[in-house]
Nanobody, 112 residues
């Protein structure tokens, strides 16, 4: 069993920044790709970003490319999502994911 615990969400004005963290436990963190997804009210959950086990390769949704950065610290079993230039449409619950496990989510609200 893997536990994923997200933190760092909150309320921020448009144009601001937040950094989300996801602490993992229960298996060898460094061996797995880690992902961030988000779900806005009334919408389906969507992919945001992913990072390979070594951190050497990352992927981003087009909607966040150039504004968000995913990173990881395998010594701390933690993956991060740095979110800059936030927009109102970034408002969502953000989830950490490593197949097949999900965290409980952290709310990000961007006021316009």
């Amino acid at each position: 069993q893997v536990q994923l615990v997200e933190s760092g969400g909150g309320l921020v004005q448009a144009g601001g920044s937040l950094r989300l963290s996801c602490a993992a436990s229960g298996r060898a963190f460094s061996g797995y790709t880690m992902n961030w997804f988000r779900q806005a009210p009334g919408k389906e959950r969507e992919f945001v970003a992913a990072i390979t086990s070594s951190g050497g390769t990352t992927w981003y949704a087009d909607s966040v490319k150039g504004r968000f950065t995913i990173s990881r610290d395998n010594s701390k079993n933690t993956v991060y999502l740095q979110m800059n230039s936030l927009k109102h449409e970034d408002t969502a619950v953000y989830y950490c994911h490593t197949r097949p496990y999900w965290g409980q989510g952290t709310q990000v609200t961007v006021s316009s």
